[in-house]
């Protein structure tokens, strides 16, 4: 087969291949993970009583926040008519499921009783709980977001259902990331996180991590190669999508370093001391802030930032920027012993087990194989043929059956 | 939250989602199916049980010998609580005394005799040890020691002892000596424990023993190197009446001197540093402030004849012009030692400034009743037995002797005849064979040690060098000092070729040297007398019930030393035959309180096991303002003559409390000797200075007891490890705890591996740093460093600190300078 | 209904753990799973330096946060039992958010790696749904409060020994140890306290010597700010909490 026959490189060989290292790499960490899990329950975590939630939470929040922006960013198309945006919106709306499921999924194997969890919370509807609004917007979400993926591959772009049920998604990740943030934002006791603003910030963050694994996901479909893309798709890419990338990093920095000052301000060890002896004590988490956030704002800021090179390793660096930046953020909240005394006299170190890396490997490759199964059978370039015909260009008609 | 709160009524939801709950469990059960991530989850409720029974017991984790009511149910023993009507725990407990269902249920237990396979013997070496029959076992034994007897050897068989507990185990041992033929049958570990205090006593009032305290009725309490709220004896008793005298009125004043910051010294109104070994120096200081300051008790200590007379410092007072009542000795003891050792003086050798020495001492004088207390921290040095006499004189000073809210000594319970009388069943060897020409192993009472009560801290070396012979065959009962004597690596040599029979529960350093294992039964299986420490010095004796039947195929001790007598040729065989066995023992004795009902109606051994506790109150006898009475059944209206005091209460050469001690003036020579003082002034209360050992080191070493040692068989319990050493967060291990200054000096680092080495040897722990601690003193509270003692135990850093601690005794006590060490810091 | 609540005096507190044992063996804890904790603060230096402890059990607060974010209701405070807060092992999710909640530090996930190994939990293996079965285990057991040994996968806590408690005589003002009627139905950690640094009685009544001892020594809760209102009070000095400071940087001269 040649590269004439499929537009999308993943339709090919290479997406045959990828999903066999995939789903290899998914079922090896899922078995070593429940493997775990079975014998040794969650003593095979390195989480404790005094630092209860660890990197399986905060991939959790990584990949519940990247689909939330991803339901975001494809609100920009199907709910406010941005239209340069339409040659992503069904990969956005199809990433935010895959995204959640996976986040989902690492969620479930790291609570006690993921199964309980079915009955008791209906049954109980503890409407105190942030957490409770949390699994039910996401629940509505993951719902809303099927619903309309079905719309869009019925082709339905535009009807009156399409738009109604854009509208709800839209307003589902909003409440769903927002609640979840408040799961954080409102635990006065955990001052690190208390922020009456935790939801604007999970929406300004959820929409960077979006974009950069929306941009590399997307490359990676068409080989890395953008003359195979279409037109319209090759113009967001080298019009909006970037400049909107870039706000979202600078608003990213913008507010870690808000909340730097503040916390680095306060006289409030719990906040200050978060910031001088864990964050900014670990090389990780330097590098994610320069590295991984500050030098691709730089470098998209400039002219460069059309190049695909750039575009891709500024997507690799930002997934990577924000992942750390959930594990810190997760962790952070919690390296102050409450309470303690003289048990645990420093701050609470924390490294995840293999067990914990497994979950997040499992997560990855979740997502990835889900991925690559969509690009692969439900042709996600599909975008309104009016968007596709507009700037006709030889060869840009989709695949479309 | 509030708005929520209203929304919902909850109490509605609490109910339908507990019954929900009950029966939707079983359905998530059929869901899940993963066993890891969800066990099974039935909604459990309370199930079926059994009936409770309550046995009454005694903690046998330190010597307080608190009264317990052990909770048993369907054969499992699952709770420890104090018993409420037993006069020393009142129905609290220590920290150490909820664990005790560990020691019962330790996985790492014997359960049942062995022998031994490898002839080896070494930390390295593996027992191989095989189950054997307690027959088999006990007639090896017997056979071994009748074989000694007929070489005429037997003198090489001894009997080391450490937690005795009454009549009924460790009492049963000295008859043994007798019957069978040794000096040994009973050496003590009282020389590696605390005898500095026993003897301070005996030197300066007479009675060879702990004190026993009126802490109710006392108004100021003088701690000097007690660890009082930690480990002094009996410890939840003191706990108990810490609450009372910190809340009575008035309030119990306290000022704590201590070598370290400890809870004592955190809890107390004055915390004073000393410098170790310097104790006596403070209380030398404190009596000079007291005489000059006028403040000494009169109607105690007596008066000048001429009632404008003063003790100024630096300045002699004529000899006849001091009247001495109840303290012998005072006039020589001011002109010859206190005129010259002023706060002033004190401070250079002790580092306490000389104005809190004053301060202390014109509280102290001027608040009564007060009590000055003390034991290893003053006493565990080369000048122990003179410190501890300095401290204990303040109480004269303060007529605290025998008073109320003062100071007293412990009288023994109304224990009945044994049916059997040692004479009766000696044969010609026991009377006369060879053996007794034999000094003891230990060279107690001779020329080597004329004073000390025990030396087994000796034995070791003596065996190895044959002085005054080899031992052949030794048997040990709740004692391990093969692990915990100083300079432990001695014995670790002498052991290998002796016969060794260990008879403790557990898989101590001792068990695995050990030849024969003969496993005792722990304290909850046990029927054991227990008559109490010195407590409120009222007689008492307590008794341990089993509140299970042995869970492992063991044997009490006492009964082990009855079926060996049993199995030794001759007379000394229907001893124990008559004797029959500890319970029949035990009911001997309790015939004694049939005339003589305890306070509780306890009048025999039913119902002595009923209540688990004899008791006699009030103490006999008091003094009350400078004259002694007896107790007629109403009040204290008997006067006493000077010889009933000396008889019951001062029973020193002079019949008063020396400051010139009788009891050291006989010794004056071996003294003179030993500790360099002119044999003249042997006798008196002074300041000598403390020998520090371990080499050419630059700190001090101490070794504290924590509240949860429970004498080194705590060492195995996982729930007691995690709360060991709440001072500095010492869980899992026990972490040296290091001024900031001193570890820093050293490049150290809060939490870095550190060696801590001596001329002996060195240890490692990891430390964390006390700023409130001396500069020039380590701390590392003693517990860990086992090779041996179970799964929890063996191998748990740090060292062991006995390894680091050298052989030297106060020769006057006989007791192991624990505390005096000095060692070297350095990074690991 | 009695609102039940414990007195703590920090100036007859010896901080001798007898609390913490005597609450892990009654309730059967793991090692260092401590329900009951005493906190030791070090402060100062050689020769002024302090040192001071407090005991923490669950302060079974008023207005509990770790029960308005639970998401299944397995947390919950029963106003039917004293206003002590539970947790029902068969309806908690595992999900831990109670102990991201507390600001006490109460609340425990006993599925986790072994404090100290070897590892208990293997020496006494479970025989049935629950962690660990030690030979010592109380028979006390009541899954919806918590109380047992806890099964995996949820979160346990201090029950203020309710299948003691709720045996208590309807009314009545004070469970004292000291009174052999009540004896038994006083929390153990209370029950063993030998300077009697601890008091239990009904906070609603005004008679109570838990109220009386809160009004006469000026009875302070601790991190008072949180809003959580416990129903444990302390008395004396030391009843506050020191700001945190990493240990290795405590004494850096």
Redesign the interface.
Known sequence: MTAQTHKNALQGPLGWGLLVIAGVVLLVSLGYA?SQ???????S??????L??GQPIATYVFFALASSGLGLLAALPLVFGFKQYYPVAKRCIFLAFALLISGMSVLA?E???????????P??????????WM?LFYALDLIFLLWKFSKLQGGHWDSKTAKQVGIASFIGVLLASGNLAL?FGM????PFWFDALMPVYFYITAITSAIAVLLFLTYLAYGFKRERMPSALQALLTGALPKLFATSIGLTLLFILVRAITGLYSNN??IS?VWT?YLFDSGVYIAALLIGLLLPFVVLLSKLRNGIGIQVLAALLVTFAIFAERFYFVVG??V????????????ISYSPSATEWSLTVFGFSLCLVLYLLGEKFLHLGDMPSHIANKSAQPGTAEAAA | ?KL??T??NRRR?LQS?AA??AS?GA??TG??G?????PV?EARAQAPRGETTITKNVCAQCPARCGIDVYTTDGRVHAIYGTSDNPISNGKLCPKGHLGSYFLYDPDRFKGPMKRTNPNKGRDEDPGFVPISWEEALDTVAERLNDLRRRGESHRFSMFYGRGWGSSDAGIQYPFGELYGTPNAAIGHSSMCADGSKKAKQATDGNSSYSSYDYRNANYLLIIGASFLEAFRPYNNVMQMWGHMRTKSPKTRVTTVDVRMSPTMAASDRALYIKPGTDGAFALAIAHVILTEGLWDREFVGDFTNPNRQFVGGRRIPANSFNEKWVHGLADWWNEELLERTPEWAEEITGINAEDIRRTAIEFGSTRPAVALFERGATGHSNGTYNGMAIHSLNALVGSLFAEGGIGYQVAPSYGALPVEVSDYMDDYAKNGAWKDQPRIDMKGTDRWPMVGNMMQECAINHLNADPYTLDTAMFYYTNPIWSAPNPQVWEEALKNVFIIDTSPFPGETAMYADIVLPDCTYLERTQDVPTYPFEGWPMAELRTPAVEPIHDTKMYGDVIIELGKRIDGPMGDYYRELGSVENYIRHLAAGFADDPGDNGVDGFESWKEKGVWYKKPYKWRQIRGEFYEWDGQRYSRQMSAEEVQEHLLKTPSGKFEVRSGFLEEHAAYIEEELGIPRERAGLVQWVAPVYTGGDGDLHFITPKTPLHAEGRGANIPQQMMVHQ????G?NTVYLEVHPETAKARGINN?DRVRISSDIGSIEAEC?FVASHRPDTLVLPFEYGHWAQGRWAKGRGPGNSSEITANISDPISGLASYYTGKVKLERA | MAKWGMVIDLDKCTGCQACTTACSMENNTLPG?TWQ??????AGEYPSGQMK?LP?PCMQCENP?C????????TYKDPDAGGIVFVDWN???????C????????????????LIEP?IRDVFPSDNAQLWSPPYQNPEEDWRRGIGIQP????SKCTFCYHKVKHAPEGIADLDEDNPDVKEYVPACVRTCAPKARYFGDLDNPESQVNQLIGDKHGVRL?DH?GNKPQVYYLGAGAG?P???????ENNA
């Open positions: 429940i899990i079975m014998a040794h329950g969650h003593t975590f390195n989480t404790s009583s005094v209860p939630w194997l609570l006690g009783h993921v199964f309980r969890m079915l009955w008791v919370i049954m109980n509807l503890q409407v105190q709980s942030a957490m409770f699994g799961i635990m006065s006791m955990r060890p719990e001391i002896d909240g919690q102050v012993p409450l309470f303690k005394g003289t048990w645990v006299p420093n701050l | 939250m929520f709160q929304l919902i939801f989602s929900v709950g939707a359905v998530a869901i899940t993963l066993k890891g991530f969800s989850s709440p001072i500095v967060g869980r939490g964390r | 799973e904790d005493v906190l030791y603060y070090n402890w923490r946060s029960v308005h974010v639970c998401p299944t209701r397995a309806k908690c999710i595992g999900c831990k958010y102990m991201i909640a507390c600001p006490y530090g109460v609340r425990f996930y006993a599925d986790e790696k072994p590892d995996k996968g949820v979160v991190k949180t909490v700001a945190f400071t990493p240990a290795d940087k």
